[in-house]
């Protein structure tokens, strides 16, 4: 390139400072600050500001349900449809209805009007972690700075919802309502193979978790879900269950029958209200799966250490183990193994957290190393009832139920003890369960039989 010449009475400059390349570098530099100066316009323009916890969901559209009560135009200002937009909003740990609804950008005294509204056919203190609240606000001459809350649906349950709304009342103030929806009754069937646990073969057979634990705990009067399973074992439970307009099922009611078969061996259930007793569950001979304790006080848990003579994990020397212990993760559920009360709920010595119950046939169960305790001396209790969570209070070595039954004062192993059982139906009882039992056994289920795949077949 040419050499650059200075003109008489110019201060000489530095080359690089103002040439060609330095315009080009300052051409290059304000092009990106304008580029990046787009780019972040853009982007307030595409990224929504973040929501307040409990909302998941922003719509500008007007729900079916508020269409209908509002009809063309609604209030003293006539608000045409258009100008209203709808909130999703999902119950919170710690929520009130209150604080929900002014997040959600409802002014205080309307939220509080509201609420007063609902509080006619609804507790707002029944708010449950997970329930849906949605609530519709209408923007006066279309300026949504200045949205005013209109209404407020909260679901109470799958077939139920409460609603306070304006658009139900001439004066412009808030007004409570239900709305019930009409769901039809139904009997669902699954069954499956059970290769691993029944739990676990349940949920593949798409049984609901809840009915999964129910069938468990009917079972576990007789049956060591740890050591009389094996692949191979099939289950079969039909469930009642309520659908809704569209067929989709709405919620879940009782296992009216269930099957195990269990190394080829048949334990059929079914569910029957005697005349002048309590809804229980017999086998075919009309008798009732109810016995005196549980054999397992706990879903899900194995048999760690049985009763008898063993070498202590912490002492080191044999000693007499006077009770099963059920290796649990810490916080599980441990159920009263039968109908009594709580002679004793506290701290024990070695036993860590302990409870012992009183049974009406003479003996007596406890529960040590618990890690919470959910009940208080002097309560009754019934079978199956939450008294506390597993922990490793007191001497032990990791997380467990330590667990004994007593016979007078006296631990006894719970394999060998003779315990009373259920029920037993008999003459015109009989007849009626037998009855009952047909009808179940013929009644067409309302939705296709859900089979497990096995394991092995896949």
Known sequence: MGTRHEQPGQTPLEPELFGRRFYLHLAAGAFCLLALTAGLAFLETKVPAAAAPSIIQVTGATTPSATARLGSQHGRGGLPLPSLVTRSIQVGEGDTLMALLVSAGAAPEDASEAVQALAAIYNPRSLKVGQQITVTFAAEDGDYDTQRLVDVTVSADVDRKVLASRMLSPDDSFSGQEQRQELTPGLSRFSGFIDDSLFEAAGRAGLPPAV?????????????????????????????????????????????????????????????????GEIDYFDSAGSSVRKALLKTPI????????????QHPLLGYTKMHKGLDFGASTGTPIMAAGDGSVAFAGDKGTYGRYVQLKHPAGFATAYAHMSRIAVKRGQSVRQGQIIGYVGTTGRSTGPHLHYEVLAGDKQVNPAGLKLPTG??????ELASFQAARLAIDTAPTQTPVVTAVRETDR
Request: charge should be neutral.
């Open 299 to 310: 879903d899900g848990a194995r048999i760690t250490s049985g009763f008898g003579m063993r």
């Open 423 to 428: 029920h037993k139906l008999a003459g015109a």
């Open 212 to 276: 999964t634990a129910e069938l468990i705990r009917l079972y576990s009067f007789d049956v060591d879900f740890q050591r009389d399973i094996h692949p191979g074992d099939t289950f079969e439970v039909k469930v009642e269950r309520w659908f809704d307009g569209d067929g989709r099922p709405a919620k879940d009611g009782a296992i009216t029958y269930a099957s195990l078969t269990l190394s080829g061996v048949t334990h059929q259930l079914w569910r029957f209200q005697p005349p002048k």
